[in-house]
């Protein structure tokens, strides 16, 4: 007997939210991450769920249609990490002209079928708050609906749910070795703890810009599809205006960046779209790349933004299908889940290309097709399932807010605020029976205890702490080197 049904490789948006939709059926799954959950591309998205207002004149009408149907599905199941946000589009004259803008945002509102977001309005940019940061040239713009989503919480909160369902969690731990031997999969892969090898019926590669080398350890080819890799880096710069509307500008070369309100004292621009030579192991914001987004910023913004003004970027490698497009803005995000080859090497799933927005699509078609081998297996459910700490409404997050300063009245209103954006109804669970700070343990600073992070390391497989400060938050913003390294010292010592 094998020791799993299916064995995931790849923690990312994809293969956690595979491994946690699959366990919800009854599979017995292990996710093998090589480095921490959302290490590499799910952590550096521009972190909204949208359909993608440019990818319409690409026609990629069934993709963008698929993606604005799953905003407010994916809204309701995670209403502590999401949020709807009214994006602000101003005219630029020199562009794409008005009427184009409004004709493509009218499609947008009504393609998929949106129930709570609000529609589309025009502003006049003198008369409104969010034309003050603006250049004077700018006076008319248009205000549409996205959401916002913590797109590595959201990945955290899938691993976990998964686990609770049953599956095993594995971060830091690397495929290096696998093989269809007598009617199933052998894997080897890497730990702390040395070499170890695990059997089952299925496989599942959701290993992102390195899935064509897990099928190298897996001695197959890669067969019809490719991949195209393609860099997409963003910088954090302090807040740019006094409002909590995200901008969306157009660009002479035809793409588009956004500048959105990031970590309440912060704004985040991005992104770029380039073409990436090399190993997706290590993957940085270039200095080309950080000057292309202050200039693009500073086209539109009264105050230029300078490159001395960053406090960090960061840089990701999408694992895009390529469909042979020319340029890399214009390469399409939509996705492809297929069985490797003729069967001959084994029952294989590759998951090429996808967003974040359609990760539950996917992993619903995904298991779909894992579940034809288990008749068994019960059917999909993760439509209406909130993850971890989301069980309240979408306008209940006030709410939330005041039970927990009413329980633990030391918190003041943000860092309430912080928890109940990180973990929702869970927060009270992770403050347990505390009566005053003294209870938390020690201070890393920005806010981080010793329970929280007790709480990380034991519910969302945080080891590190990048893991804590940069992925299941982003307290690294507000922590100098000594209080991170003193976090990582303490983390390894218990």
Not at 253 to 258: A, H, K, T, W, Y
Not at 306 to 317: F, L, M, P, T
Not at 336 to 352: K, M, T
Not at 450 to 464: D, G, I, T, Y
């Amino acid at each position: 007997m094998t020791d799993f049904d299916v064995i995931i490789i790849g923690g990312g948006v994809n293969g956690t939210g595979i491994a946690r939709d699959a366990a919800g059926r009854g599979l017995r799954v292990l996710l093998l991450e090589q480095n921490d959950l959302a290490s590499g591309t799910s952590s550096g998205s521009t972190k909204l769920f949208h359909g993608g207002l440019r990818y319409l004149e690409y026609y990629e009408f069934k993709l963008v249609r698929q993606a604005l149907k799953e905003r407010e599905v994916l809204w309701a199941n995670m209403p502590h990490i999401s949020k709807p946000l009214r994006f602000i589009l101003p005219h630029h004259r020199g562009l794409r002209p008005a009427w184009f803008l409004r004709l493509g945002l009218y499609v947008y509102d009504y393609i998929g079928g949106r129930k709570k977001l609000p529609a589309t309005k025009t502003l006049k940019l003198s008369d409104h708050v969010v034309g003050a940061a603006l250049k004077p040239e700018f006076t008319k713009a248009f205000e549409y609906s996205d959401c916002w989503v913590n797109d590595a919480r959201l990945v955290a909160l899938n691993a976990r749910d998964a686990a609770t369902r049953g599956a095993t969690v594995l971060t830091r731990a690397k495929c290096t070795w696998m093989d269809y031997v007598d009617g199933q999969w052998v894997v080897e892969y890497e730990t702390e703890a040395g070499t170890q090898r695990a059997t089952s019926t299925l496989a599942v590669n959701a290993a992102g810009p390195w899935l064509e080398t897990v099928l190298e350890s897996a001695e197959s080819r890669q067969g019809k599809f490719g991949l195209r890799l393609v860099r997409g880096s963003h910088i954090v710069v302090p807040k740019l205006f006094d409002h909590d509307q995200p901008y969306i500008f157009q660009q002479t070369d035809g793409r588009i960046i956004f500048a959105i309100p990031y970590e309440t004292d912060f704004t985040l621009i991005g992104t770029t779209d380039a073409d990436h030579i090399g190993t997706a192991d290590k993957v940085e914001c270039s200095n080309e790349e950080a000057a292309y987004l202050c200039g693009a910023a500073s086209e539109y913004f009264k105050t230029p933004v300078k490159i001395d003004q960053i406090a960090w970027k960061y840089s990701a490698v999408r694992p895009l299908l390529d469909d042979g497009k020319k340029d890399a803005a214009s390469a399409t995000r939509d996705y492809i889940v297929r069985w490797h080859g003729d069967g001959s090497r084994g029952p294989l799933l590759n998951i090429y290309g996808g967003k974040i927005t359609t990760y539950r699509k996917l992993s619903e078609k995904a298991v779909g097709m894992l579940v034809e081998h288990f008749p068994d297996a019960g059917g999909a459910w993760t439509t209406h399932a909130p993850l971890p700490g989301g069980d309240f409404p979408t306008d209940g997050l006030s709410a939330v807010h005041v039970s927990l300063r009413t329980a633990f009245p030391f918190l003041d209103a943000a860092w309430a605020d912080r928890l109940v954006r990180s973990y929702g109804t869970d927060a009270a669970d992770m403050l347990d029976d505390a009566k005053s700070v003294a209870d938390l343990g020690h201070d890393f600073g920005a806010t981080l205890y010793a329970r929280e992070v007790s709480w990380l390391m034991q519910n969302e497989f945080a080891k590190r702490a990048d893991d804590v400060v940069w992925r299941r938050s982003k307290l690294g913003l507000r922590m100098d080197a000594a209080q991170i390294d003193a976090l990582d010292k303490w983390m390894l010592a218990v």
